[in-house]
């Protein structure tokens, strides 16, 4: 699992090379020059998993904010009421209000993630939208997908799961084969 890690890592390095993802933490003073370079070769696996890590984080917040400029006005097209948005407000001033009790905020928690599924079908509809209308979303996208990906892979080999291991290994294989991992690919 681990080679198949470090080798998926390298793909991304290589897939985004030339991104700016190098520049980025080179500027934000994560990372200096030498190391930013060798860890998007897929040669430091602690470093390369933490910085694609800080970077799908800063993406999803990018998303995230995105979407929910993207809600609200699909909301006022509509004419639908936003109860549902103000309870989700609620919900997350809860969690932030509760970070210094740790049962209050197992609770709080648990009453978010138990409604934050009902908005999975308009955060996709919203990605498939922003990746229809722009070259820059989709490339974006692409990545943090490539990313998560990775993180699903290491989520199996640590809770050593099988069957989810098989289905990141499957969703893998077209990358190893675009990006000349034939070794990997089999």
């Known amino acids: ?34 190391t930013a370079s060798a860890l998007l070769q897929g040669k430091s696996y602690s470093q390369g998993v933490r910085a694609h890590k800080l970077l799908s984080e800063a993406m999803l917040r990018l998303q995230w904010r995105a979407f929910i400029v993207w809600l609200t006005s699909q909301r006022r097209e509509s004419n639908v009421e936003p109860v549902l948005d103000k309870e989700y407000i609620e919900l997350v001033k809860a969690c932030r209000e509760t970070v210094d009790d740790e049962e ?23 990605r498939e ?26 989520r199996a080999e640590r809770e050593e799961s099988w069957e ?19 070794n990997y690919a089999r």
């Open 1 to 34: 699992g681990f080679h198949i890690a470090l080798n998926f890592l390298a793909v991304i390095g290589k897939l985004f090379k030339d991104s700016g993802i190098e520049d980025l933490l080179i500027e934000s003073g994560v990372y200096g020059g030498n």
């Open 104 to 126: 209050a905020l197992k609770t709080s928690h648990a009453d978010l993630c138990a409604k934050v599924h009902l908005l999975q079908p308009d955060f996709e509809r919203f």
């Open 129 to 154: 939208q922003s990746s229809e209308r722009s070259k820059l979303f989709r490339f974006w996208d692409m990545c943090l997908k490539a990313v998560l990906l990775l993180l699903r892979f290491i």
């Open 164 to 182: 989810l291991h098989l289905n990141a290994v499957a969703e893998m294989v077209p990358y190893f084969f675009a990006l000349d991992r034939i």
